[in-house]
């Protein structure tokens, strides 16, 4: 096994690999950007080398710098989360050639998979079911103008390097589609280095299933199960969920095997995901293979009670996986709600700044997978995601409930978050009856604002405030000479 | 003692009086008035009984503003009567349109330049923010009479990036 690991990541994705490389007994390096020198994941890393300016490409996107950085250390092994260059295959056979491991599967199939119109020839050949549109990338806008004619509008832009919705527009009608197309490509350009697009037909009232896999290096492939991932805003998923409402067992079993085929199709190795698209008919369409651990693998973790970073390490290692298919078993249902920081009454829209406060929820079957604290500033830099909230209960509607009461007692303050909308959609009819389509945002919350029926206890508290400050002062000195059992017992004889 | 407090965007009235009791008090607002017990669990964190129901609250003070936790909602609290008035920032007809970013970013590409002629809705100034990109574009038709940031530079809420002179008879 690996005696260190540098995790090529930042955030809640960083701190959560090195928890998982903490309880496997493997020292860890972080690398960080000067926006990140109080970051949490520098803080709970064995070791941190600071790779370069806040900007992106000089810093978590540079492969040089992260290679040096591992030399430096001594790593053994590189994990890259997820974004920044988990997807790249440059950085990965970057990483092969330079004599180290790389956790995650080899260049050559992210190369593949990557490339998404390569990846939906590939699925085609397998018999994976793909849905119509190009099989070719381009950068040519009027070549994109002509396929979307000829597909029939809405088509859905997306970029051939993509991943996370980046690049991605849905196009209602001729008119917009030279435009959304030129931005979609410099959006594509900046987030992967490479602009070009593609097109498929956009299909409506799909739900977004995806399978997560597991496949080691001697041949084995598994799947775990599926994710339900349909509420998205942005293209972006943000509230995730296992199993789902819409798999009857004969379609999960179809489906599980259609992943796995997947991945055998291209010879994958390590933790991947499969995502399909769900028509309301149950035919099902390959979308992607994600070539990376996922933000939402802790709902199968819970599920299936494994650690699927430990499974990667492991795997990465050149270790067999020590279960086979019919040893999978899944229990209870498991929510994951993304906790982003973005003011959700304004589209959505980024809010970094100062952490004021913080305070995570607790309780049975509550797990946060968080990447800030108290006083933390969070950067304008970087991806919005503050953290993950999940919650596990035996059945769905519980794990509702308890999602809700999870959401009402996370307080964060100094930054917009997601959190309140999150907890109107736990309570509302649509969700509650697992209605949940990939327009799901767009049809039942499109004008959302939070409810204002609670201000008036903002008002008592704020008064509150005023009046118990000269109290708080003497409750802290009090719990400066907290008295001991002795000076409190009384009359009590031992 | 009487409160005129900004919560979020709205004006709510509040009067408190002390009662006899320790740590018990008697808030009012408009015709509704609120028993509220408390007390002050850490230097953030308050315990309240309003009208017998526990209520806990969080709050963290930022100058002059109350960041306020309240039953899973987060409020910004002032007190509107001891505001600074600060500049308004209405634009009305006569003043140049201020380009300001809607959070704080980097400027990603300006995208027209001192002198130009510009059309109400023309984008002048992409900037990004955590990944995301979002052009600001021209209030009204009119000139570009000055350009106040250049690419890469960190820009927030309040910054006039463009200034642009309204064209005569220009819609607003």
Known sequence: MFKKILIANRGEIAVRIIRTCREMSIRTVAVYSDADE??????????????????????YLNINLILQAARDTGAEAIHPGY??????????SAVEDAGLVFVGPPSRVIRDLGDKTRARQIMRSAGVPVIPGMLEPTEDVETLCEEASGLGFPVLVKAAAGGGGKGMRIVENPRGMAETCVSAMSEAKKAFGNGELYLEKFLKNTRHIEFQILADQHGHVIHLFERECSIQRRHQKIIEETPSTALSPELRRAMGKAAVSAATASRYVNAGTVEFLLAPSGQFYFLEVNTRLQVEHPITEMTTCLDLVRHQIEIAAGNS?????????????????????EDPSAHFFPSPGPVLLYKEPEGPGVRVDGGIYEGFEVPVEYDPILGKLIVWAEDRKTAVSRMLRALRSYAILGVQTTIP???????SGPFERGETYTRFIETHFSHWSPGRQDSTLAGIAYLIDDLARPLR????????????PWETLGEWRL | MKYNLLIDKETIPLEISPLEEKNLTEIRAGEV???VAYKAVSETHLHLVVDGRAVEAFVAKAGDTKHIFVEGRTFLVRDADQ????????????????IMPPMPSVVARILVAEGDQVERGQGLVVVSAMKMETTLVAPYNGWVRKINTRAEAKVAPGDTLVEIEKEVGADG
């Open chain 1, 83 to 92: 974004g920044f260059l988990a997807e790249n295959p440059d950085f990965a």
């Open chain 1, 321 to 341: 996986l020590p279960f086979g298919q019919a040893d999978i078993t899944k229990r209870g249902h498991a929510i994951e709600c993304r906790i982003y920081a």
């Open chain 2, 33 to 35: 008035s609120h028993r």
């Open chain 1, 421 to 427: 909308f999150l907890a109107d959609v736990m309570e």
């Open chain 1, 38 to 59: 109080n970051g949490l994941h520098v803080l709970e890393a064995d070791e941190a080398v600071r790779i370069g300016p806040p900007d992106p490409s000089s810093s």
């Open chain 1, 473 to 484: 002062a003497s409750a802290t000195s009090r719990v400066a000479n907290p008295p001991t």
């Open chain 2, 83 to 98: 505001m600074v008035s600060s500049p308004s920032r209405t634009v009305s007809d006569d003043i140049p349109g201020d």
